[in-house]
């Protein structure tokens, strides 16, 4: 709780959104309540959260959906991005599959994914979360609409770069409904070639999307660079997005993700180009961050990083 913003696992937003054995959800009653439980503790000890939102996509299996096949923006499989190897998806059963090939939604259907979003939004807010982040990275659902490499749809949710992002145009749209756009953060991952993911017009596309998102009013970007800890995770299609290159296009927050210290942190956070920066195993492990420096060196850098006032005015 001593971090200015803690972003929670992602939320199914849907039975269907389902892909991982023992992951949350935000789609009923019971779980909303669940969920409340948590807010409300770490309310009382001062911090400010938010409730992570996704749908698996084609990065599900079968298993979850009593047989039935994955949906993507197209009926495209997960293979091997760059050096980033296709890793296989996990099944009802816990264990480890091969990926499967998905089926394309239609365009009503995503439509009704779009409002599935707005609902968990609901009950996210009634659970008394701040905010909420919508998972549009690292090759589930959204992701696989905004990449080229995954999006070979004729309709209006795949011509060009704007039919490209229109799902997320709309799901920001939806979800505003709830929250106030400003309590929007989007996360993002131009740089990662897990799952599948990479295509040769991100470095372009996806400063066109923070520039749309920026005109909604999406109150922070996280970028996440990483997928998995065992590669450097780049699809090396085209040249990386930096921090830099998104602060120059989007009005609100800048969070960066993936393989920080304590001091590459405090120096990206100290240089402007980001308004913060997450750690997950890291920081979960380890609160403090200290090792393997001092406790009092990377401390002193965490208490720069974290207790942020920028986040701190979403407390409600």
């Known amino acids: 709780s001593g971090a200015g913003l803690i972003v929670t696992e992602p939320s199914a937003v849907s039975e269907g959104a389902n892909g991982y054995c023992d992951s949350p959800g935000l789609y009923t009653a019971e779980q909303s309540s669940a969920w409340a439980a948590v807010t409300s503790k770490l309310h009382d000890e001062g911090c400010t959260v938010v409730a992570q939102l996704w ?62 979003f707005g609902r968990a939004a609901n009950f996210a807010k009634t659970a008394g979360f701040d905010g909420v982040e919508i998972h549009a990275a690292t090759g589930y659902l959204v992701d696989t609409f905004l990449q080229s490499c995954s999006n070979q749809r ?110 590459t942190a405090a120096e990206a956070v100290a240089a402007g180009d980001a308004t913060a920066i997450s750690f997950g195993r890291a920081y979960m492990a380890n609160p403090v961050l200290n090792a393997p ?8 850098a965490l208490l720069t990083l974290l207790p942020l006032p920028y986040f701190r005015t979403w407390r409600r």
């Open 293 to 300: 420096l001092s406790y009092s060196s990377r401390a002193a």
């Open 55 to 116: 749908h698996t996509g084609r990065m599900s299996h079968s298993s979850f959906h009593g047989g039935a096949t994955t949906v993507s923006a197209s009926a495209l499989p997960i293979i091997t991005s760059g050096s980033v190897p296709a890793c296989g998806v996990m099944g009802a059963d816990g264990n480890w599959k091969d990926h499967e090939t998905p089926r394309a939604l239609t365009t009503a259907e995503v439509g009704g994914i779009v409002e599935d």
């Open 154 to 263: 004729t309709d209006k949710y795949g011509v060009g770069v704007d039919g490209r992002f229109k799902i997320l145009e709309e799901i920001v749209r939806c979800v505003s409904r709830v929250y106030p756009t400003s309590r929007i953060g989007v996360k993002l991952a131009p740089n990662s070639g897990f799952n599948g993911m990479g295509s040769e017009d991100n470095a372009k596309n996806f400063l066109h999307y923070a520039a749309r998102l920026s005109e909604l009013g999406v109150g922070y970007l996280h970028a996440t660079w990483f997928g998995k800890v065992d590669t450097h995770g780049f699809h090396g299609k085209c040249p990386p997005v930096t921090l830099k290159q998104l602060k120059a296009v989007f009005r609100g927050g800048i969070v960066g993700n993936g393989g920080y210290s304590g001091e």
